[in-house]
C-alpha cells in the first residue's frame, strides 16, 4: 500500500509528515501541491523536543538519533485550474526540495510551474513579480512555464522491492 499526504506550506508539513511516517505502507509520499510557502522536509518541527527529517527518517529527540521510516516519493507542483497563476512559487522553492530529495536517495517528481516561471529559465515577455528576496518570475502561461527544472523533466518514482 502507498500512503501520502498532501501539504501546501511547513505548518501543514510539520503537521501531517509526522503522522504519515507512523503509518506501516510499502511506500510513503507527499505531495507539496499547490507549493504556496517553502517547505523543508529536513527539518519539520513537530514538537519542542523532537526534529524530523522526512527524507532521511532520522528523529532527533533529546539529541539522540534513531532511524525510523521516511519518504520515498515527493511530488511538487503549483496551482493548476481556474484561478491559477495568482500565487507564483518561488524559484528557490522546489529547488530546494528536489536538492534535498536527491542528496537523500528520495524520488522527486515535479509537476510543473504553472503560469510563473523564473526569469532563469524561459526566455520572452510576460508580467513580472518580484519576491523580497529580489527572486524574479515572469508569467509566461501554463505551457510556455512547463516542467522543465532547471533544464530537465524530473519524473523519478520509488523502487519498490
Known amino acids: 500500500m502507498w500512503a501520502g499526504v498532501t501539504v501546501c506550506n511547513q505548518a501543514e508539513a510539520n503537521e501531517k509528515l509526522?503522522?504519515?511516517?507512523?503509518?506501516?505502507?510499502?511506500?510513503?509520499?507527499?505531495s507539496i501541491e499547490p507549493m504556496l510557502g517553502a517547505v523543508w522536509l529536513t527539518n519539520l518541527n513537530t514538537a519542542p523536543e523532537l526534529a524530523l527529517n522526512s527524507l532521511t527518517g532520522i528523529e532527533c529527540i533529546c539529541e539522540t538519533p534513531a532511524s525510523g521510516p521516511k519518504l520515498d516519493l515527493v511530488v511538487l507542483g503549483v496551482e493548476?485550474?481556474?484561478?491559477?497563476g495568482v500565487r507564483p512559487m518561488h524559484?528557490?522553492?522546489p529547488r530546494?526540495?528536489?536538492d534535498d530529495c536527491q542528496a537523500a536517495g528520495v524520488a522527486f517528481f515535479f509537476m510543473g510551474h504553472g503560469e510563473f516561471v523564473s526569469v532563469s529559465e524561459?526566455?520572452?515577455p510576460g508580467k513580472h513579480h518580484y519576491f523580497e528576496d529580489g527572486?524574479?518570475?515572469?508569467?509566461v502561461g501554463k505551457k510556455a512555464?512547463?516542467?522543465?527544472l532547471d533544464g530537465r523533466t524530473w519524473d523519478e518514482f520509488p523502487m519498490i522491492e
Not at 527572486?135 to 508569467?139: C, D, G, I, L, N
Open 18 to 30: 509526522f503522522l504519515l511516517l507512523q503509518v506501516l505502507a510499502a511506500v510513503h509520499f507527499v
Open 96 to 98: 530546494k526540495v528536489r
Open 80 to 84: 493548476n485550474g481556474r484561478g491559477a
Open 122 to 124: 524561459v526566455e520572452g
Open 135 to 139: 527572486a524574479t518570475v515572469r508569467r
Open 91 to 93: 524559484p528557490a522553492w
Open 145 to 148: 512555464a512547463g516542467r522543465l
